[in-house]
């Protein structure tokens, strides 16, 4: 039956199924040709995984939000914000791994660093008041700031390899910075509530933020695995330079 749900669970159920897809794909035939180490198909193996837990944990918060028992409804609401912070992870993990892959001491400072971010937002979707309308801005700073904090091993990453003009910097920091831009658009669509503000019962069932907001995600994801798969391969070819200073 057609109804304001459908675009939602399809969108993500797709998108579950294109994750799954993508990691068979790895595992058969992207990761075996870059000569992948067993580290590296644990992060993608980590990545994946994170991308298909968030997207189903949405699908089932879409089939049931409407179940006739408020608690269960909520139940599934506070999944889909647990598997928005998993997906957040799954992004975290290879962007991480492969930036600071000639420099061990940071990347373990900064997966150490997101793994306790992550926890903490999971610690505070269990308090009682999480999923109140009191707590709606606080949800939306904490899912921002986990998000945003990305920035800063972002411009480490670039200061470690010695600024804007470098060839590593180049062909990488573009990458990012659309990674952020489809995000930030996301979120857009998530806060705003635009188009349907503006055409109240005209995007019910085709076209409502929230649906913008589903396929930005899956596209978001599927942006940064083909990035990570860029930069591992880059890496895979290239030697780590020498640093002078710093761990
Ligand atoms: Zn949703």
Redesign the pocket.
């Known amino acids: 039956m057609l109804s304001n749900e459908t675009v ?1 669970i399809w969108s993500h159920l797709l998108g579950f199924l294109l994750f799954f897809l993508l990691g068979v794909n790895d595992v058969s035939t992207v990761l075996p040709a870059s000569g992948a180490s067993r580290e590296d198909y644990v992060i993608y193996a980590i990545g994946l995984f994170c991308f298909q837990v968030c997207m189903l944990c ?1 699908v089932g ?2 089939l049931f939000c409407c179940h006739r028992s408020e608690k269960t409804c909520r139940r599934w609401l506070a999944l ?1 914000y647990a598997g928005i912070s998993i997906g957040i992870l799954g992004c975290y993990v290879p962007g991480v791994f492969y930036a600071f892959y000639c420099n061990s001491f940071w990347r373990q400072v900064y997966l150490v660093v997101v793994l306790a971010l992550i926890l903490a937002v999971f610690s505070a979707q269990v308090h009682p008041l999480y999923l109140s309308q009191e707590w709606k801005l606080l949800r939306s700073a904490l899912f921002c700031s986990v998000a945003a904090f990305g920035v800063l091993p972002a411009f480490h990453w670039v200061w470690l390899n010695g600024g804007f003009g470098t060839e590593a910097v180049q062909a990488f920091f573009p990458r990012v910075m659309i990674m952020y831009l489809i995000a930030a658009s996301a979120f857009m669509f998530y806060i705003t509530k635009i188009p349907e503000r503006y055409f109240p019962g005209h995007v019910n069932y085709l076209g409502a933020s ?1 649906q913008v ?2 396929i930005l995600v899956v596209l978001m994801f599927y942006w940064w695995h083909q990035t990570a798969i860029y930069i591992m391969t880059y890496r895979h070819r290239t030697q780590c330079p020498v640093y002078t200073s710093g761990g």
Do not use: A, L, Q, T
């Open positions: 939602n949405s918060y879409h889909d929230h907001w589903h």
